[in-house]
């Protein structure tokens, strides 16, 4: 659409070079005046005007638009409206101001058609819905990832380039829980800006009792949900993997569970590989080693991909309320209660889940608190397989 439509100002553009040039340049005046007024020209029942395209834009002038902008007073010119001939040199003024406003009316006449031609070209139904502050939708945008952080701007960096390009994810909201400065003054994200969406909850605006997290995914929902048909409820330190027929993007993947609500995604969480400060490779390529999938393992714990018009609520980080007796299923198939999934497999996909990283990033961690403002003090000596540093 709006390569036609600049297609159409071009030809605009170069109709109006012409007709300077014409006018001012190429003839006498009073030739191009009479070749302007001529009734041949004006009062045609089928005038065409070809922009150099193949598609001209036509306009039919019948008996009832006798007088297309052109308004000369008879007895000062010796024309009037039903013969436009006489002398044109008794009056130069006037007849100059006729062929301005002939001009004017004609240049009028085509960008009413360009707009017409324009406004009909078949637009894309993403692109008809209501826009909320971000960008353009792409004109495939199935999947899209809802979530909720603070002050984790460089954890943006690897996230975004994976999912984005690894996974086939065009839109990301990210929900920002009060960073200093605002994750949206970064002007660095390695991906296209217009994929990304932010929305800003200041500390007035942020509400209490460990309430964020749910308060940011129905924000999510409730202004963006209409325009996708998976919304995915992920953090920053989890990163997806198709492990089976890898090179599909999500979207191609969830088309084999559109007959339930939402899909569960099994963990598998990450140590901290023995490293005390920060990676500076990459956090796939740091944190390598992972925790036992024994009986109480954390790795049960599933985060869920769900289906918009099912959606009703989160019932934690983890789960939703659905609509009607939809469910929400591992890959498998098989019924996933609240947020955990047994027996834990990963034959299809996978969420992995970098909890901890170095000893660094998780004092960072804990500084910086969660959407729930629950304080997960015990994590490290639980997972990390250093227990002092």
């Known amino acids: ?53 193949n598609k001209p834009l036509r306009r039919d002038i019948g008996a009832d638009d006798m007088s297309p902008g052109v308004d000369v007073n008879a007895t000062a ?77 460089s954890d943006l960096q690897e996230f975004l380039t994976h999912h984005y390009h690894h996974l086939g994810i065009r839109r990301f909201y990210i929900i920002d829980d009060g960073s200093v400065p605002a994750l949206s003054n970064h002007d660095d994200y390695p991906i296209p800006r217009n994929s990304i969406t932010f929305v800003y909850f200041s500390s007035s605006e942020r509400p209490g009792n460990g309430q964020m997290q749910f308060a940011a995914y129905n924000t999510c929902h409730q202004r963006f949900g209409t325009r996708h048909k998976w919304l995915g409820f992920i953090d920053a330190d989890e990163y997806l ?36 400060h920060k990676s500076t490779i990459g956090n796939r390529k740091a944190y390598t080693s992972c925790i036992y999938d024994g009986e109480d393992s954390d790795n049960r714990h599933i985060k869920s991909f769900v289906q918009s018009k099912y959606y009703v609520e989160p019932t934690g980080p983890h ?9 929400t299923v591992g890959e498998n198939g098989d ?27 998780y004092e960072e961690k804990m500084a910086r608190g969660t959407p729930t403002d629950h304080r997960k003090d015990d994590v490290w000596c639980k997972i990390s397989s250093v227990f002092s540093n």
């Open 1 to 53: 659409m709006a390569f036609q439509f600049l297609v159409y100002k071009w030809q605009l553009f170069f109709l109006l070079a012409g007709a300077f040039i014409l006018v001012f340049c190429s003839l006498p005046l009073q030739d191009h005046v009479h070749n302007l007024l001529d009734p041949s020209i004006l009062y045609g029942t089928d005038k065409q005007i070809t922009l150099g395209s």
């Open 319 to 327: 789960s939703f309320r659905l609509n009607g007796s939809m469910i």
């Open 335 to 361: 019924t996933v209660t609240y947020a955990f999934r047994k027996p834990i497999t990963r034959d299809k996909i996978a969420l992995h889940h970098y909890a901890v990283k170095s000893r660094e990033d």
């Open 77 to 153: 010119t010796g024309i009037d409206d039903e013969s436009p001939t006489g002398d044109h040199g008794q009056n130069d003024d006037v007849v100059i101001q006729a062929t301005e406003d002939y001009l004017r009316k004609l240049v009028f006449e085509i960008v009413d058609e360009t707009m017409e031609k324009s406004l009909a070209l078949d637009i894309p139904e993403e692109l008809q819905k209501p826009m909320y502050p971000g960008a353009l939708p792409d004109i495939d945008e199935t999947v899209a990832i809802c979530m909720v952080i603070r002050n984790q701007h």
């Open 241 to 276: 993997e198709i492990t089976r027929t890898p090179g599909r993007s999500m979207a191609q993947f969830l088309e084999d569970y559109e007959q339930y609500g939402a899909l569960g995604v099994s963990w598998i969480i990450h140590d901290s590989n023995n490293r005390t």
